[in-house]
């Protein structure tokens, strides 16, 4: 089993950057591929962005390329995810999942869930 917290959320206007991180605990976190998901209001969760356990593979939603840098320091058993030039259909809450090697952007193969964090961009 693997426990999983984000942090970062808050509310930022549009063009603003926020953070988020997730922080592991318990079987090995380099066994994991791990990945970000959103859920908006009245919307089904969807993928934003997942990494391998070496950051040798790593995939985008088109909605956030360019924008949006996932990353992991497997030292601090934690996955980050960077958003820069947030826009309002940004706003939902942010889920970090953890799945097995083949996890990449299936949110059905992802196992384990955090609890999720509020992200609110303004126009």
């Known amino acids: 089993q693997v426990q999983l917290a984000e942090s970062g959320g808050g509310l930022v206007q549009a063009g603003g950057s926020l953070r988020l991180s997730c922080a592991a605990s318990?079987?090995?976190?380099?066994?994991?591929?791990m990945g970000w998901f959103r859920q908006a209001p009245g919307k089904e969760r969807e993928f934003v962005a997942s990494i391998s356990w070496n950051g040798a593979s790593i995939y985008y939603a088109d909605s956030v390329k360019g924008r949006f840098t996932i990353s992991r320091d497997n030292a601090k058993n934690t996955v980050y995810l960077q958003m820069n030039s947030l826009k309002p259909e940004d706003t939902a809450v942010y889920y970090c999942?953890?799945?097995?090697?083949?996890?990449?952007?299936?949110?059905?193969?992802?196992?384990?869930w955090g609890q999720g964090t509020q992200v609110t961009v303004s126009s």
């Open positions: 999942a953890a799945g097995p090697r083949n996890a990449y952007d299936v949110r059905g193969r992802y196992n384990y």
């Open positions: 318990g079987r090995t976190f380099t066994s994991y591929y």
